[in-house]
């Protein structure tokens, strides 16, 4: 009796002592971002990024995680591209997804692609945090958006996106 006591309380113990340290959920984080299409394929042809123009987006949004491993990402995306002596906000990206953490710092968002273009979509993303301070952290991340419409052939591009996330 005294030995199952004991037990109990050295359980309860690290139980409180456990549910103090955790992080709350549903967790808010919002992050900014610089993305560069490096290569584009399609049935016509292949559009490489720096060559005769340059393409570069600006991922900003937030993301709800429900629990340690899952979570709700909304993300909007203006594009430029400047090409000459011309430069324009070409596209505005809605892109809202689900992320599951993949563990060791890790992400896989799987987001729904609706540009003010016309074309749609998806993109899946393997993202990394790379450096994690107390009060941000730093990543880099690999999309691989795939678009259709607009009377455009299919299209699939690579992209290399870094950011901060707070």
């Not at 060559?51 to 995306?77: C, H, L, M």
Request: net charge positive.
């Amino acid at each position: 009796m005294i030995l199952l006591r004991r037990i109990l309380v050295i359980t309860l113990l690290f139980l409180s002592y456990n549910s103090f340290s955790q992080t709350t959920y549903p967790k808010i984080t919002g992050y900014f971002g610089i993305m560069h299409p490096i290569v584009t394929f399609n049935s016509e042809q292949t559009n490489v990024n720096f060559r005769d123009y340059y393409a570069v987006g600006f991922p900003t949004g937030i993301n709800i995680w429900k629990s340690q491993k899952i979570g709700f990402s909304f993300e909007v995306v203006p594009n430029i591209r400047a090409q000459g002596n011309s430069d324009k906000v070409t596209n505005l990206l809605f892109h809202p997804g689900i992320l599951v953490s993949l563990g060791n710092g890790y992400t896989f968002a799987g987001r729904a692609a609706f540009e003010s273009s016309g074309r749609y979509g998806f993109t899946p993303v393997i993202n990394k945090t790379v450096i994690k301070n107390d009060n941000c952290s730093y990543f880099v991340a690999v999309p691989l958006p795939v678009r259709f419409g607009n009377d455009h052939p299919a299209s699939a591009t690579i992209g290399f996106q870094f950011g901060i996330a707070f």
